[in-house]
């Protein structure tokens, strides 16, 4: 096993933020209010490169709508366009949860414990932190599968990632005034095609990481309910996406097992319209894919939302 020293990583975390904690009955006080999606004014975004939309923190403004990894506008932009609100992304390419957790050691990927604790608190102090119209998302998991695929017991590393997510959550709490959460489960990676070319072993394997991170991502929800009051949802993307890979028809998708090796070139690699295709490349979903995401979440949120 190869496990970084973790605890260095943790410990800071839970002695600045965790114990100089509001007492809870602060908290207590606060939570009365049900979620109301009609009160959200502005959504705060953390992730990978299925979130980012490459916010320039010099400018704070995003270089275009389709400056993602869907070949189009992504979920976060649709769902602002399905709920009109003010979206800070902070999302970056590759991030796990933390870089040291799971051995990746390139300084130039923006994890999501640096988006929380250091980007957040930076760029975002001026920002809304109005607990009621606010709403924060996590969407994470998939560089962290992807980072140790090839670790043998990843049981003990899932428990301390989980360790680390919880610790984000209570940051933003704590620190931020966040009570509104939603957290995003890992989806069906196992069937893109960076892991359908490596054979069953290994399907199989990443089918069984993806499966254990979301029970344990669900178990966190559990635990953080009993924890601190607020609202925090799991939104299963694992679902929407088995879904619509299932039953592609019914969105119109006939390519979900290949898709355009080159989108300068379409015509020349005989590829068909791009909302066609589930995949925009090996381990990316296409702008559609990210719409119906938007669609099916919007319609969470009204199903959770108090005035609906
Ligand atoms: C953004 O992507 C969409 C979908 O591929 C495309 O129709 C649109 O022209 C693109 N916009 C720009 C400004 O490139
Ligand atoms: C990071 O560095 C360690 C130690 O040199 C190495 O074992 C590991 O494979 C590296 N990780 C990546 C993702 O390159
Ligand atoms: C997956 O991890 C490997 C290192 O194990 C890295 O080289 C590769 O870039 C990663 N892929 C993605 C999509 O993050
Ligand atoms: C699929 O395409 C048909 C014909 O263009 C359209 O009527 C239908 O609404 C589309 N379905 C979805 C789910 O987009
Ligand atoms: C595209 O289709 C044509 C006709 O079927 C074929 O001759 C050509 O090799 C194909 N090109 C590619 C890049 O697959």
Redesign the pocket.
């Known amino acids: 096993m190869k496990f970084p020293h973790f605890w260095t990583i943790l410990l800071p975390l839970y002695c600045s933020n965790v114990i100089n904690a509001a007492p809870i009955e602060e908290i207590e006080e606060e939570h009365e209010k049900p979620f109301d999606l009609n009160r959200i004014e502005t959504l705060y975004s953390f992730g990978d490169s299925y979130t980012t939309q490459n916010l320039d923190l010099l400018s704070m403004t995003y270089a ?3 400056c993602t990894s869907a ?2 506008r992504n979920w976060v932009e649709y769902l602002v366009d399905l709920h009109p609100m003010e979206y800070w992304n902070l999302a970056y390419n590759s991030a796990p949860i933390s870089n040291n957790l799971v051995g990746q050691n390139s300084t130039t990927v923006t994890d999501v414990t640096t988006q929380i604790t250091s980007l957040f608190p930076k760029y975002l102090s001026k920002a809304s932190h109005n607990p009621y119209t606010t709403l924060h998302t996590i969407w994470v998991g998939i560089n962290d599968i992807n980072l140790t695929a090839d670790w043998d017991n990843t049981d003990e590393l899932d428990e301390i990632l989980m360790e680390q997510y919880k610790v984000l959550v209570e940051y933003l709490m704590i620190k931020h005034n966040a009570r509104q959460f939603v957290l995003i489960s890992v989806p069906p990676i196992d069937r893109s095609l960076k892991w359908q070319i490596e054979g069953l072993i290994t399907i199989t394997k990443i089918k069984r990481r993806v499966h254990d991170f979301n029970k344990k991502l669900k178990s966190l929800i559990k635990h953080l309910h009993s924890l601190f009051p607020g609202h925090y949802y799991l939104y299963d993307a694992w679902d929407t996406f088995t879904t619509i890979l299932d039953h592609p028809e019914d969105y119109n998708i006939t390519h979900t097992t290949d898709y355009c090796p080159d989108w300068s070139f379409p015509v020349e690699n005989n590829c068909s319209s ?1 909302e066609q295709y589930f995949w925009y490349n090996d381990l990316h979903p296409t ?1 559609k894919i990210h719409e119906y995401v938007a669609q099916d979440l919007y319609k969470f949120l009204k199903i959770h939302s108090s005035n609906e």
Do not use: F, L, R, V
Request: glycine share 28%; net charge neutral.
């Open positions: 275009c709508a389709n070949g189009g791009i702008y």
